[in-house]
C-alpha cells in the first residue's frame, strides 16, 4: 500500500507542489504550499466538477489545476482539462519526482536546464500541435529528460513504471441546446467547488473581458454563478495599421459586471523583475502583463477565454480530438501559485469534442448568429453575447491581442528592449554576457547553417509539388530538419534560462531552509 505524507512549506508559493517516491517505496512524500488542499488520500490545487467534501479530483470530467491521489499500489496524478498547465516528471538516483512546476521539480531533482540548448520555449511550444504531437520531454544539465504530460492521467507504481491514461470523455453534443447545456452545467459544479466552505480556501470568481467574442461568451456563463467583478485592458498591443482599441468595459456593463480597467505596460514600471515567474514556465512569458493586476487575482477563480479562437472558429483550421490551438498559451503557475488563484479557460471544456463544436458553429440553426466571412467569424459565442441582449455591433468587430510575444511561433523575435522592464533587461544582459561562448555562438552557427538547410527543403519540396500537381499525382511534403530552425537564432532564446535558473535557485533556499529549520523534524500529516 502507499500512501501519502504531506509537508506543508510556508515559504514555498501557495499553490505550488513538489512528489516524491523512491523507488520499491510505500510513502509519497508531498512538499507543499500553504494553499494546497489535502486529505489523507488525496490533494489537489484547483477546483474540479463534483463536491468538494468528496474528493476524487483526479477523476473529474473538469479540472482547473493539478490534483494526485493514493490507490493502493498506485499514486495517480491528474493533469488539468485543459492544457494552458501540465505535470513534469524527473527520475533521479533511484526516486520520481513530480511537480505542477517545472523550476520546482528540477529544484527538487538537483537539475538544472541545459545552458546550451537554446529551444526550450520551442519544444515547450509544441503543445500547439495537441496532446499526442507535442514533444514529451525536455533536456537537463546532466543529459537527464524531465517529461512533460498535458491532459491526461497518470498511475504511478512502486517500481517507478509510468502508465499515461486518457481523461473522462464528455458527453457527445448534438446541437447549441446541448453543447450550452454542458458549458453552462460545468461552470455552475466548477465554480461551486471552488467556493466550497469545506476548502482551506474558497476562491471567487473573476473574468476578464476584452472586445472580442470568446470573453464575451464567457462572461455570460460567469454572469450566470453569480460573477459580479471583472478586468479589462483597453489597449491590445499595438499593430501598425489598425487600432488598439480592445476594452470589455461596456461588455461587462451590459451583463450587469462591476469592470476595473487596467495597463498592459504596468509591469514595465516595476523594479523586482516580474517577467521570471512567468518566462521561467516556457510559455507563460506573454502574460507578464498579468503582474499589473496581481492586487485583485488572490482568493479568484479565473474564468477566460483561453482556446475560444479555435474551439469556437466556424473556419477553424485545427479541427481535432487532439485540442491543437491556435497559440503556444501561458503556464502561469508560479506566478498564480505566489498570488493565490486558480485559472479556468471555459473553451477548454468539452475540446476533444471539437469536430462535434464544428458541426454546430457550421449548421443551419447557426446561421442567424453568423458573420458569413471567411475570417473571425464565431456564431457560438456570438449566439452567447446576444442572447444575453449585447449588441451584434459591440463585439468580435476585429480580431485583436494584449499578451506580450517573447517567442513568436513565425518571423522574427522584437527586441527585448521593448519587452522587459529596465531592471529584468539589465539583469538579463548580464546573465547572458556570462554564458560560455559554445553555448551561444557555436550554437547560434550551427542553428543558422540548419536554417537554410530547411529554407533549401521547403524550396525543394515546394518545386516537387508543383511538379506533382502538373502530373495529377497529391506529393505530400517532406521535412528533413526539426521546425525550430524556423527562427533566427537571438538572445531572446536564453531569457528562458535566465528566469528559470533565477526560480530554481529560488526554490532551493526554500527547500534548504525548511530542513535547515526544521532540523530534520518537519511537521507531517500522513
Known amino acids: 500500500m502507499i500512501r501519502l505524507a504531506f509537508e506543508t512549506l510556508h515559504h514555498l508559493p501557495r499553490l505550488v507542489w513538489v512528489a516524491c517516491l523512491e523507488r520499491g517505496g510505500d510513502v509519497v512524500r508531498v512538499s507543499h504550499?500553504?494553499?494546497?488542499?489535502?486529505?489523507?488520500?488525496?490533494?489537489?490545487?484547483?477546483?474540479w466538477d463534483g463536491e468538494f467534501a468528496e474528493g476524487h479530483p483526479a477523476d473529474a470530467m473538469v479540472l482547473t489545476g493539478t490534483a494526485g491521489e493514493v490507490r493502493e499500489d498506485t499514486?495517480?496524478?491528474?493533469?488539468?482539462?485543459?492544457?494552458?498547465?501540465?505535470?513534469?516528471?524527473?527520475?533521479?538516483?533511484?526516486?520520481?519526482?513530480?511537480?505542477?512546476?517545472?523550476?520546482?521539480?528540477?529544484?527538487?531533482?538537483?537539475?538544472?536546464?541545459?545552458?546550451?540548448?537554446r529551444y526550450y520555449m520551442h519544444d515547450l511550444a509544441t503543445i500547439m500541435k495537441g496532446i499526442r504531437g507535442y514533444r514529451k520531454h525536455v533536456p537537463t544539465q546532466s543529459g537527464n529528460r524531465v517529461y512533460l504530460y498535458y491532459h491526461c492521467i497518470l498511475h504511478v507504481d512502486s517500481g517507478l513504471n509510468v502508465r499515461v491514461l486518457p481523461k473522462p470523455v464528455p458527453p457527445a453534443v448534438r446541437s447549441?441546446?446541448?453543447?450550452?447545456?454542458?458549458?453552462?452545467?460545468?461552470?455552475?459544479?466548477?465554480?461551486?467547488?471552488?467556493?466550497?466552505?469545506?476548502?482551506?480556501?474558497?476562491?471567487?470568481?473573476?473574468?476578464?473581458?476584452?472586445?472580442?467574442?470568446?470573453?464575451?461568451a464567457c462572461a455570460v456563463l460567469a454572469r450566470e454563478v453569480g460573477c459580479t467583478e471583472g478586468f479589462t485592458f483597453p489597449r491590445a498591443r499595438p499593430r501598425p495599421g489598425t487600432s488598439d482599441e480592445d476594452s470589455g468595459k461596456t461588455i461587462g456593463e451590459l451583463l450587469g459586471i462591476r469592470?476595473?480597467?487596467?495597463d498592459r505596460d504596468t509591469y514595465l514600471e516595476r523594479t523586482d523583475r516580474p517577467e521570471i515567474e512567468f518566462l521561467a514556465s516556457g510559455t507563460g512569458g506573454?502574460?507578464?502583463?498579468?503582474?499589473?493586476?496581481?492586487?485583485?487575482?488572490e482568493r479568484r477563480i479565473l474564468l477566460t477565454g483561453d482556446h475560444g479562437d479555435t474551439v469556437w472558429d466556424k473556419d477553424s483550421p485545427r479541427v481535432s480530438t487532439e485540442i491543437k490551438r491556435g497559440d503556444p498559451g501561458a503556464a502561469l503557475t508560479d506566478f498564480r501559485g505566489r498570488v493565490g488563484f486558480l485559472i479556468f479557460p471555459i473553451p477548454f471544456i468539452?475540446?476533444?469534442?471539437?469536430?462535434?463544436?464544428?458541426?454546430?458553429?457550421?449548421?443551419?440553426?447557426?446561421?442567424?448568429?453568423?458573420?458569413?466571412?471567411?475570417?473571425?467569424?464565431?456564431?457560438?459565442?456570438?449566439?452567447?453575447?446576444?442572447?444575453?441582449?449585447?449588441?451584434?455591433?459591440?463585439?468580435?468587430q476585429s480580431k485583436q491581442a494584449v499578451a506580450q510575444t517573447f517567442h513568436p511561433t513565425t518571423g522574427e523575435h522584437e527586441p527585448l528592449e521593448t519587452m522587459l522592464s529596465s531592471p529584468a533587461l539589465q539583469d538579463?544582459?548580464?546573465?547572458?554576457?556570462?554564458?560560455?561562448a559554445s553555448a551561444k555562438w557555436r550554437g547560434e552557427r550551427v542553428s543558422r547553417l540548419l536554417r537554410g538547410a530547411l529554407w533549401l527543403n521547403l524550396r525543394l519540396n515546394w518545386r516537387i509539388k508543383r511538379f506533382g500537381e502538373l502530373l495529377g499525382v497529391d506529393v505530400k511534403p517532406w521535412i528533413c530538419i526539426p521546425e525550430r530552425y524556423r527562427l533566427t537564432p537571438a538572445p531572446n532564446d536564453f531569457t528562458f534560462h535566465w528566469a528559470i535558473g533565477e526560480m530554481i535557485e529560488r526554490y532551493q533556499r526554500v527547500l534548504k531552509r525548511e530542513i535547515y529549520q526544521s532540523n530534520g523534524e518537519r511537521s507531517t500529516r500522513a
Open 286 to 297: 506573454d502574460l507578464v502583463i498579468m503582474s499589473g493586476i496581481e492586487g485583485i487575482l
Open 176 to 216: 447549441y441546446g446541448d453543447y450550452y447545456g454542458f458549458l453552462s452545467r460545468m461552470v455552475e459544479a466548477v465554480v461551486q467547488n471552488a467556493r466550497s466552505s469545506h476548502r482551506l480556501v474558497a476562491y471567487e470568481p473573476l473574468i476578464g473581458i476584452s472586445a472580442g467574442y470568446d470573453s464575451a
Open 75 to 117: 499514486l495517480v496524478i491528474s493533469t488539468p482539462t485543459h492544457t494552458l498547465d501540465r505535470i513534469h516528471l524527473i527520475r533521479s538516483g533511484g526516486r520520481l519526482y513530480t511537480s505542477n512546476s517545472l523550476a520546482l521539480v528540477l529544484a527538487a531533482a538537483g537539475e538544472a536546464c541545459a545552458c546550451g540548448y
Open 428 to 436: 538579463f544582459w548580464v546573465f547572458y554576457e556570462a554564458l560560455p
Open 350 to 396: 468539452g475540446a476533444v469534442n471539437h469536430p462535434q463544436i464544428d458541426g454546430i458553429s457550421n449548421s443551419a440553426e447557426m446561421r442567424p448568429w453568423s458573420l458569413a466571412r471567411d475570417y473571425y467569424d464565431r456564431p457560438i459565442a456570438r449566439r452567447m453575447a446576444e442572447d444575453c441582449g449585447i449588441p451584434r455591433e459591440t463585439i468580435g
Open 33 to 47: 504550499g500553504p494553499w494546497i488542499e489535502t486529505s489523507e488520500t488525496w490533494f489537489a490545487e484547483g477546483a
Open 259 to 262: 469592470m476595473i480597467e487596467c
